[in-house]
Nanobody
Framework: QVQLQESGPGLVKPSQTLSLTCTVSGGSITTSYYAWSWIRQPPGKGLEWMGVIAGDGSTYYNPPLKSRTSISRDTSKNQISLQLTSVTPEDTAVYYC??????????WGQGTLVTVSS
């Protein structure tokens, strides 16, 4: 059973960098068949795909967020990381990591709420 767990600060100040980690258990993040995505959901809004890291480490980002988003991995810890720079209150959202890409997701983390506020 694959499990994903997001972790990181729940409060970030405007203009700072949001950093989150997704720890994966029950499956390797380097398996070529699978990709790992970050997705967010602002309060009262729909899901927004942010980007993905493939099994070979290649990354792809949602164009509107590309200039501020970075996804990386630590294969020794089986973790996926997200960094979002220059945050504003509009970046307040529940952030999820999930296995899969825009074609579909089969495992999700429980999500973590990040609030951007001074």
């Amino acid at each position: 059973q694959v499990q994903l767990q997001e972790s990181g600060p729940g409060l970030v100040k405007p203009s700072q960098t949001l950093s989150l980690t997704c720890t994966v258990s029950g499956g390797s993040i380097t398996t070529s068949y699978y990709a790992w995505s970050w997705i967010r959901q602002p309060p009262g809004k729909g899901l927004e795909w942010m980007g993905v890291i493939a099994g070979d480490g290649s990354t792809y980002y949602n164009p509107p967020l590309k200039s501020r988003t970075s996804i990386s991995r630590d294969t020794s810890k089986n973790q996926i990381s997200l960094q979002l720079t220059s945050v504003t209150p509009e970046d307040t959202a529940v952030y999820y990591c999930a296995r899969g890409d825009e074609r579909g997701y089969d495992y999700w983390g429980q999500g973590t709420l990040v609030t951007v506020s001074s």
